[in-house]
């Protein structure tokens, strides 16, 4: 274990921190404000990825792939809420799991139909092929891009948020919906602003998952697991808690991954540490959710409701 390897890691995690932020941006405020579960956030993430390679496909450019499918992914999201979601708003949480759940079994079909069982492998743009120099040690470009490109889109995010009316009117949703509603608010339009701003939030971050991760069929339901780990960690409706939230979820998952099986194998024998590093590597992110609960049942950052 060297020095290198452990900024290598440190830095995987933060990338796979700002992909679960992009992904729970959106979602905690769906369900802190329009207090609706929307399961099918995940297949939004797969559309994404799937528009940018056949954007690709047919321009043979990432950039014009990425200014092209994200907002057909805020189309696609836009179009789900107004024929399918809207009437299930006033419903209770077991209808709207039932219903978005069956969302993702529709996207699936729909992208096995028109692309296939097998993968769909997007390339790295050659611009990022390569390296970049972060203190003395290489880093591959693509992910350090796609670090810079979630914290610009959480910087907008926080502007939208904090410096604009609109981000007045979410935050104020986040705190009491039915307050704002009484002010005379368009609920309807703010709750669609809302879903296609975190439709497009998703789609982003499939774009930018693509070259690193194959994009097949279901590629949205494991992401969507960790981004519910990251919101209920965080605090739901919270966007400060996502952010933190995911990168915690992203550092823990990722150096968990990397060096406690190490760890196991220097403090046990060899076959115990075969077997218990991953497996408990892999449950590091659940027992951190379930610390954070016992002793804080609202998130890290809760929403403070009026």
């Keep these: ?48 990825a799937y528009l940018a390679a056949a954007m690709l496909g047919a321009f043979d450019s990432f950039l014009l792939a990425l200014l092209l499918a994200v907002p057909a992914t805020i189309l696609i999201g836009l179009a ?17 799991v039932l219903a978005t759940f069956g969302l993702i079994l529709v996207f699936n079909e729909i992208v096995r139909f028109a692309w296939g069982p097998a993968p769909v492998y997007i390339n790295v743009p ?14 591959p470009a693509y992910r350090f891009a796609i670090i810079a ?17 609109v981000g007045m009117l979410i935050r104020a949703g986040a705190a009491d919906a039915e307050m ?8 309807r339009l703010l709750n669609a602003l809302i879903f296609g701003l975190g439709a497009g939030l998703a789609g982003l971050a499939g774009v930018m998952a693509g070259p690193i991760l194959s994009v097949q069929p279901g590629m949205g339901e494991p ?11 965080g605090g739901i409706g919270s966007i400060r808690g996502a952010f933190y939230g995911a990168l915690l979820v992203g550092l823990i998952d990722t150096l968990g991954r990397a060096f406690l099986p190490a760890v196991f194998d220097a403090l046990a024998s060899k076959a115990f540490a075969q ?24 998130g890290l950052f809760p929403v403070r409701h009026a």
């Design 1 to 48: 274990m060297n020095a290198q390897l452990i900024a290598t890691q440190v830095l995987n995690g933060l990338q796979l921190g700002i992909l679960l932020f992009l992904m729970s941006a959106g979602l905690t405020l769906v369900f802190g404000i329009m207090n609706f579960v929307n399961l099918a956030h995940g297949s939004l993430y797969m559309m994404g």
């Design 80 to 96: 789900v809420d107004r024929l399918v979601l809207a009437g299930l708003y006033s419903r209770d949480h077991l209808d709207q």
């Design 126 to 139: 050659q611009v990022l092929s390569g390296t970049v120099d972060l203190f003395g040690f290489p880093y």
């Design 149 to 165: 490109v979630g914290l610009a889109a959480g910087l907008a995010l926080y502007a939208l948020i904090n410096r604009t009316r």
């Design 180 to 187: 704002v509603g009484a002010m005379g608010v368009n609920i």
């Design 223 to 233: 992401v969507l697991v960790l981004t519910l780990v990251v919101i209920v960690t």
């Design 275 to 298: 077997a218990a590093g991953p497996a408990v590597a892999s449950m590091l992110i659940y027992l951190l959710m379930a610390l954070v609960l016992a002793m804080r049942p609202h």
